[in-house]
């Protein structure tokens, strides 16, 4: 891209978000937008019909379980999945905090497909860690644990197909902005902590603001006094390869669209935070 189309795409991203930010004002349109094939149009309307195309959820089912020898299902552990084994003491850790008085109590009890606690469906099968993954939080520790309860797929051929729950297990740093608070701002700081009792509750509040769907999953984990957030390992997980959009046009109309998102986000997080 020459200089010119570089500038033309940050101003276009720019003036996108201000209107989208302007045009929400008075209203609550931005508490239910959503980014679908439907709602979205050129290169990022054929990646995100493609992804939900796929069957992402039984692949990843295949992906990452088996079914081992004694009739369990359990985690595949090899370089594809980048899942290892953890020691016995720290899995035991992990699967005490699968209960409805710990991680069960830190996840919204209303909101979308939010069911109650169930024994069974809570069960937890096997725990692994994940490796080698993530941008901002590459290095950090990380689990898959996976649940007894099972997701409704789809019908193929009349047969339902399902498969397990995993659940992803995330260890959440102290925030940059918390760092500051600490030093020069000790009152807003016992603010601060009067309102999140951890950094990973912080996180779940955070996915719960920004986005109208929130996984009914969400909440959090504290294993030897370091807080874990807690979300569903989602299915959909998979990136546009940006060096397809050779096309200045193409790639203007792409940043529009991750505009209006990112604008939409942080409308509904401000909404949330005035209620």
């Known amino acids: 891209m020459s200089k010119d189309d570089i500038l033309e795409a940050l101003e276009a991203f720019t003036y996108t978000y201000v209107k989208t930010c302007i045009d929400y004002v008075g209203g609550d349109s931005a508490l239910v937008y959503e980014l679908t094939p439907n709602t979205s149009t050129g290169v990022l309307r054929d990646f995100l019909s493609n992804v939900e195309n796929k069957r992402s959820q039984f692949r990843q089912a295949h992906k990452f379980t088996e079914i081992g020898d004694d009739g369990a299902r359990r985690f595949v552990r090899n370089e594809d999945t980048r899942l290892e084994d953890v020691s016995p003491e720290l899995e ?5 905090e699968v209960t409805p008085l710990k991680y069960g109590a830190s996840m919204m009890k209303m909101g979308y497909l939010v069911t109650g606690w169930d024994e069974d469906f809570f069960t937890v099968l096997d725990v692994a860690r994940r490796v080698g993954s993530g941008i901002g939080s590459y290095g950090v520790d990380r689990f898959y644990v996976l649940l007894k309860g099972e997701d409704i797929l789809i019908e193929e051929d009349q047969n339902v ?6 659940l992803d297990v995330k260890f959440e740093p102290i925030s940059a902005v ?3 608070l600490d030093k020069d701002d000790p009152e807003t700081k016992a603010w601060y902590d009067q309102m999140f009792r951890n950094e990973a509750d912080r996180a779940a509040a955070a996915q719960r603001a920004l986005t109208s769907y929130t996984d009914p999953f969400v909440g959090y984990m504290v294993i030897d006094g370091d807080s874990y957030i807690v979300r569903q390992r989602s299915p959909y997980k ?3 390869d940006l060096g397809t959009l050779t096309n200045h046009r193409a790639f203007t109309e792409f940043v529009e669209q991750i505009a209006v998102v990112t604008a939409t986000a942080h409308v509904r997080g401000v909404s949330c935070a005035c209620e």
């Not at 197909?161 to 995993?166: D, F, R």
């Open 92 to 96: 035991a850790k992990i699967r005490a």
């Open 161 to 166: 197909l399902s498969a397990s729950v995993i």
């Open 178 to 180: 918390s760092r500051i």
């Open 238 to 240: 998979s990136s546009l």
